[in-house]
């Protein structure tokens, strides 16, 4: 190993050595400076450090980038510090893929190394550099994202130990505001989530860059402006739904299989593939392709506890006995206006669970999940805790409340698509709750004009949807008005 190499890995080991934060914001900072020829920096020095670096060591990658031009210079940055954290992030170690990982402005924790793969092989698929291979009927920019890694994670989990894991699992920042270290909440396979979120970046940035190359400098409009703004939705909050647009399950399936196909004639993977007929290649591109979609594509992502800020539960926690049969929707009154980033709605969160503890006297945030406006849910008590939402119901179904005040407006149409065509198809099929669950307004079930007139309204053409009110609403004024306008008074 080069020496300056060992030297920056070495600044960036422990907290509290002058490393940036892991925000995204840090790192395109310091890929400007090595692209930008304004700062002392050429273009493409930043795909080139990764490649040598061990970004795409992986032998579909190669394939279709080639290999690295030459050892990797020292990244030319100021501070050093910055360098080094730079150099920890692309330095490939698939044992310890959470070192490569940063957290983006949506609050969302991605891996570096797909997105500057991505952003390569979009590039050089419109022209600029080197041309790609013909790697028909892989297509290269998948490969070199998330097909290579897909294939071979289900492939290994398929051959080896009947308990490994392909996908996941997610993790916790030691601080968002200051994030230096990242832990996995479990056992690492090798498509953890920030992997599957550089993954979906790295094909969509690629995609865009295909049809028209622009500069690293422009990362910030798709990540967007800044950790911790209270700006409206970055382009990153709907990778999903991109990534979906692109390839699909369908898609997905014969790319996976493509792939692996690929994989037989390269070598060390050749082995792995030995004893792998086509019909067995065919039955692990379909299986991981339908997981990777249901996970990541078609349900919506959960922002865990830990990354919004939540004060420990108090007391011990009741488990529910799933699958349920109810669903119960709320709106959270107070705050009345919705959620658009992850610094706001982390924030909400955080008053609504002061206020249910300190104030209501709960043991926690009463809400099962809280959807935001920014694209996400917010978890609550969760899938497995017994709720403080519904009073009487609580063991029988989801509280399920959403940011804003909806007495006489809806939330806008992409929340309510993540709650009516992603959160609930997707509890019913991972079996949280049944598949003839009853979905109600939190009105029907005791005395409180809660989710709002406008979305109660709106609920009563949604699948689930049980029509017969078990109490009536009351007018603002009535009881609500008794219990005042308090961080979630109506709905709890």
Known sequence: ????????????????????????????????????????????????????LGVCSTPGCRAVLG????????????????GSLLTELLHHDPATPELGAVLAPDGSTVALGPILAGIEAGLRSGGFGRPLPTLDPADPLLAVTITEAL?????????????????????????????????????????PDPVANGAMDGAVLGARLARGPLPVAELPGYYGTVNGSEAGRPSSSYRRREFGALAGQGRLEKEVAAVLELLRTLSPTSELLRD?????????????????????????????????????????????QPPLGSVFLHHTLEPSQP????????????????????????????????????????????????????????????????????????????????????LLPCAVRFGHIRPDFILRGHRQL???????????????????????????????????????RGLGSSCD
């Open 1 to 52: 190993m080069f020496l300056w190499l060992l030297l920056a890995l070495s600044v960036c080991a422990h907290p509290g050595t002058g490393c940036p934060p892991r925000h995204m914001d840090s790192v395109l900072d310091i890929l400007d400076a090595l692209e930008s020829p304004a700062r002392g920096g050429s273009p493409g020095a930043a795909a080139a450090l990764g490649r040598g």
């Open 276 to 320: 792998v007929g086509t019909q067995e290649v065919a039955a692990v591109a379909q299986r991981a392709a339908r997981e990777f979609s249901e996970n990541y594509v078609e349900c919506p992502a959960i922002t865990p506890r830990c990354l919004w800020g939540a004060r420990p539960y108090r007391g011990t926690p009741a488990l529910l």
């Open 446 to 484: 005791g005395h409180t004009d809660c989710p709002g007139n406008a979305l109660f309204q709106e609920i009563q053409s949604w699948p689930g949807f049980q029509g017969t009110p078990v109490a009536r609403g009351l007018r603002v004024g009535g009881l609500v008005g008794l219990v005042g």
């Open 151 to 191: 294939g071979t994670s289900f492939l290994l989990a398929q051959g080896g130990d009947h308990n490994a894991t392909a996908l996941g699992p997610g993790g916790c920042w030691d601080d968002v505001e200051n994030p230096q270290n990242y832990t996995l909440r479990g056992p690492p396979s090798p498509v």
């Open 339 to 422: 959620c658009q980033s992850f610094g706001a709605c982390a924030r909400a969160m955080r008053d609504m669970q002061r206020f249910h503890q300190d104030t209501r006297g709960w043991d926690d945030i009463g809400y099962s999940f809280v959807v935001g406006s920014d694209g996400y849910l917010y978890e609550g008590r969760g899938w497995h805790w017994v709720g403080a939402h519904t009073k009487g119901y609580n063991t029988q179904g989801f509280g399920i409340g959403i940011v804003g005040d909806f007495t006489t407006t809806l939330p806008d149409p992409d929340t309510l698509a993540l709650v009516r065509d992603e």
């Open 67 to 82: 290999e690295p031009l030459g050892p990797p210079n020292a990244p030319r940055v100021s501070p050093p510090a910055s």
